[in-house]
């Protein structure tokens, strides 16, 4: 894919506007014009989510931001508005990518045990953690989603993609006191949905 040069989000922020709305007009070299102009926060947001996979793991950030590119450059005529909804569209596939590779994983070894999940604190995300609970969280977030679908994406984009609330309120156009909320609601379910009780139940 290349391009990843120094370039910043911050340095073109009129620029990457321009090219969403070209994307959202159908113009099919607007992707790779965009690319390379938000490469530095894919690849961060590609390796928070890896931060905490095993070493060695099949996927490397790189790899990841390629495997979203190709999903990205799937979506034809795509209306995001701005930079934080991209993000949290880049968010949301590199999550579906972690969790197709956590099922592959997880169907080659079977029986391992699911650790417990940690939504931890107020950070600007909490850690992905082994497949299992990857899956387990995966599974609760699509529940959520039935219930509130909001909360849901909240945490989608803060939990998987890194976003702080700013963000997070930019990509969903509510306040951050909204986000905040959601947050901890949110946390709150989750935890319960994925704690050994909730999974009985």
């Known amino acids: ?24 007009g159908g113009d099919p070299d607007a992707l790779p014009k965009l690319i390379p102009l938000v490469y530095n926060e894919l690849h961060r947001l590609a390796a928070h989510c ?26 034809t005529r795509a209306g995001w508005q701005n930079r934080a909804q ?8 590199m999550r579906r990518i972690l969790v197709d590779y956590a099922r592959q994983r997880v169907a080659m070894k079977r029986g391992g045990a ?26 609760a977030l699509k529940r959520l989603g039935q219930l509130d679908p909001q909360q849901a994406r909240v945490v989608e ?23 905040k909320r959601d947050w901890a609601m949110a946390k709150a379910w989750l935890r319960l949905e994925c704690s050994p009780e909730g999974r009985r139940e």
């Open 1 to 24: 894919m290349g391009g990843r040069g120094e370039i910043g989000m911050q340095e073109g922020p009129g620029e990457v506007s321009l090219l969403l709305a070209e994307m959202k």
């Open 50 to 75: 890896l931060r905490d996979e095993r070493a060695g793991h099949t996927l490397q950030p790189t790899a990841l931001v390629n495997e979203a590119y190709l999903r990205l450059a799937g979506q």
């Open 114 to 139: 699911s650790q417990p999940v940690t939504l931890a604190g107020d950070e600007p995300a909490a850690e992905i953690r082994p497949s299992e609970e990857l899956l387990a969280v995966d599974e």
């Open 86 to 93: 991209f993000m949290a569209v880049a968010a949301q596939l």
């Open 157 to 179: 984009m803060r939990y998987f993609g890194g976003l702080t609330v700013e963000e997070t309120a930019e990509a969903l156009a509510v306040a951050p006191r909204t986000v």
